[in-house]
């Protein structure tokens, strides 16, 4: 079983950056392709990035692309999100997930394991 939990999320200006961190448990999270997905309230979930098990391909939606990076660690079984130049409408919640299938990763049904998110507010 694969548990992820999120960290790093704040109240930051607009402008500023974050990194938000996802540790998993159990070494063969360095398997699995690793996601970031957010939500705002009274919107769907939507992809941000993924990163491949070998951390060699990276993926993003274009809302952040030139803003976010998507990086992981396997040594420490920790994914991060490096975000500059938050916006208000970067505010969200922001879940890590896991999956073991390569494809199909901007969709949520793609995932099996979630964390349970954290909060990222972005002041205007």
């Known amino acids: 079983q694969v548990q992820l939990v999120e960290s790093g999320g704040g109240l930051v200006q607009a402008g500023g950056s974050l990194r938000l961190s996802c540790a998993g448990s159990?070494?063969?999270?360095?398997?699995?392709?690793m996601g970031w997905f957010r939500q705002a309230p009274g919107k769907e979930r939507e992809f941000v990035a993924a990163?491949?098990?070998?951390?060699?391909?990276?993926y993003d939606t274009n809302s952040v692309k030139g803003r976010f990076t998507i990086s992981r660690d396997n040594a420490k079984t920790t994914v991060y999100l490096q975000m500059y130049s938050l916006q208000p409408e970067d505010a969200a919640v922001y879940y890590c997930?896991?999956?073991?299938?390569?494809?199909?990763?901007?969709?949520?049904?793609?995932?099996?394991?979630w964390g349970r998110g954290t909060q990222v507010t972005v002041s205007s």
């Open positions: 990163i491949s098990s070998s951390g060699g391909v990276t």
């Open positions: 997930a896991a999956t073991a299938n390569p494809y199909g990763l901007t969709s949520t049904t793609t995932y099996n394991h």
């Open positions: 159990g070494r063969t999270l360095s398997t699995y392709t």
